[in-house]
């Protein structure tokens, strides 16, 4: 148990929908990053916070937000949903900003996202 | 841009044999680290190890250890004695800090490991 937290493990949904995903980082840890992983494109990285704050950006399509809240979860807003966007969403969570070195990201199991 | 090429998409081993899986990054910046992640066929990432580019030593996590040739910029994975809890992907990741360290991982494209009895 990596002690990331996401929800909910699988959604189902249909084109043009839009849909919440929801990440509780490990106890202490300020980092949030979401990844997409797919067939087509592997494990993408898309956004970072970092207690509270955008930190980094990755391929995040302009469909996609995300914010991190005072109590440091996360949520992933994925709108006008497409096909192509079934995926596999991971939540991954580190102590620092990125700056301390050997820090690694621990992931949570992913929530699957199937479009209809 | 940063990339991680990871030339092996499956391997077949043998129980109680070494097994080692291949990673080469390229990168033109001089702080970096290298992180090798499992994905067994539930789904979750399980970091394994790190190395960091100015680490003199290679890296080890019990059975895990890592073959960093920085010159060549490969990092391989070393799984010693292995075991069939060891099937599953494998993912070489790698991170940059020259530009102060605020970024994602970039991964490769994994390598499909099979433990046979």
């Known amino acids: 148990d990596s002690g990331v937290t996401q929800t909910p493990k699988h959604l189902i949904t249909a084109t043009g929908q839009r849909v919440t995903l929801r990440c509780s980082p490990r106890?202490?840890?300020?980092?949030v990053y979401w990844y997409q992983q797919s067939l087509d494109q592997g494990l993408q990285f898309l956004i970072q916070?970092?207690?509270?704050?955008?930190?980094a950006k990755g391929n995040i399509l302009e469909r996609f937000s995300a914010q991190q809240f005072p109590d440091l979860h996360s949520e992933l807003n994925l709108s006008s949903l497409e096909l192509g966007d079934s995926a596999l969403y991971f939540c991954?969570?580190?102590?620092?900003?990125?700056?301390?070195?050997?820090?690694?990201?621990?992931f949570g199991d992913g929530t699957r996202l199937s479009i209809l | 841009a940063q990339k991680i090429t990871q030339t092996q998409p499956g391997m077949f081993v043998q129980e109680k044999e070494a097994v080692t899986l291949d990673c080469t990054y390229d990168?033109?910046?001089?702080?970096?680290?290298l992180f090798w992640y499992k994905q067994p066929s539930s789904g979750e990432m399980i970091f394994l190890i790190y190395?960091?580019?100015?680490?003199?030593q290679n890296a080890t996590e019990g059975r895990y250890s890592l073959n960093f040739q920085k010159a060549r910029k490969s990092a391989n994975l070393v799984i010693s004695a292995s075991q069939l809890g060891d099937s599953a992907m494998y993912f070489c990741a790698m991170r940059d800090y020259s530009g102060g360290g605020a970024d994602g991982l970039t991964f490769g494209k994994g390598t499909h490991l099979i433990i046979q009895p």
């Open positions: 106890s202490g840890d300020l980092s």
């Open positions: 916070y970092y207690n509270g704050e955008e930190r």
């Open positions: 990168t033109s910046d001089q702080s970096y680290g």
């Open positions: 991954a969570s580190s102590v620092g900003g990125g700056l301390e070195g050997n820090q690694p990201q621990h």
């Open positions: 190395q960091g580019s100015y680490d003199e």
